[in-house]
C-alpha cells in the first residue's frame, strides 16, 4: 500500500465550476501537508502549505486537513481554464523526506 | 535570480552509457534532493542532501549515486544507464532553519531522459 494515495483522473469540470481534490495517508507521522501544481513539461509549484487540521485559505484555493481521518483537500472556486493542470499533494513527517501522491489531472473547460 | 536550475532538458542514452544530470541553485538553500517522475508513479524520491559533504537515500536510490562538494551544486549520476532509468528528473531545494525544512520545496524544470 502507498503511504498516500491520490486519484489520478483525469477530472474535466466546466468554467466556474467548485473544484475538490483529495489525498489519503497511511502515516500518521506526517506533519506537514501540501499541494502543489504542475503545468505540462514543467516543475511543480506550491500551491497551499499547511501544518494542521483545519481549513486555509489563499484566494480562490482553500485546504483542508483532517488528521483524525488521515484526508486531504484541495478545493478551488470559481475555476478558470488557467488551473488546468496537475495537481500534486505532498506530506511530510519529521524527517526531510517529502511523498508525494500521484497527481490529479485536471481540466477546465471554457 | 535563476532558482533551480537543471541541464541537460533533454537527453538520449543508450544502455550502459554514464551520464550526470546537473543541477545547480542560487538561493544558498542547504537541503537539495532528486526526484523521478513516472506516469502513475508520482514523484520519487532518489536521493537528498541537507548540505555540503551530506547525502542520503530516498526511495529509489539504487542505479543513481549522488555528492555535495557546494551548496550550490547537487549533480545526479548514472553509473550505467538501463531502460528502467527513462524518466523525468527533477531537482528541489529548501531552505532549512535549524536543521528543518521550512516547507516549500523550489523546483526545477526538469530533465528528460531516454534509455534506449
Known amino acids: 500500500q502507498k503511504e498516500v494515495e491520490q486519484d489520478p483522473g483525469p477530472l474535466s469540470v466546466p468554467e466556474g465550476a467548485i473544484v475538490s481534490l483529495n489525498c489519503t495517508y497511511s502515516n500518521s507521522a506526517f506533519q506537514y501537508f501540501m499541494w502543489y501544481r504542475q503545468y505540462s513539461r514543467k516543475g511543480p509549484e506550491l500551491l497551499m502549505y499547511t501544518y494542521s487540521s483545519g481549513n486555509k485559505e489563499d484566494g480562490r484555493f482553500t485546504a483542508q486537513v483532517d488528521k483524525s481521518s488521515k484526508y486531504i483537500s484541495l478545493f478551488i472556486r470559481d475555476s478558470q481554464p488557467s488551473d488546468s493542470a496537475t495537481y500534486l499533494c505532498a506530506m511530510r513527517g519529521g524527517t526531510y523526506k517529502y511523498i508525494f501522491g500521484t497527481g490529479t489531472r485536471l481540466k477546465v473547460l471554457a | 535570480n535563476a532558482g533551480v536550475t537543471q541541464t541537460p532538458k533533454f537527453q538520449v542514452l543508450k544502455t550502459g552509457q554514464s551520464m550526470t544530470l546537473q543541477c545547480a541553485q542560487d538561493m544558498n538553500h542547504e537541503y537539495m534532493s532528486w526526484y523521478r517522475q513516472d506516469p502513475g508513479m508520482g514523484l520519487r524520491l532518489i536521493h537528498y542532501?541537507?548540505?555540503?559533504?551530506?547525502?542520503d537515500q530516498g526511495e529509489v536510490p539504487n542505479g543513481y549515486n549522488v555528492s555535495r562538494s557546494t551548496t550550490e551544486d547537487f549533480p545526479l549520476r548514472l553509473l550505467s544507464a538501463a531502460p528502467s532509468q527513462t524518466s523525468v528528473y527533477f531537482c528541489a531545494s529548501n531552505l532549512l532553519v535549524g536543521g528543518r525544512n521550512t516547507g516549500e520545496l523550489f523546483f526545477g524544470e526538469g530533465s528528460r531522459l531516454t534509455v534506449l
Open positions: 542532501s541537507v548540505g555540503a559533504g551530506i547525502t
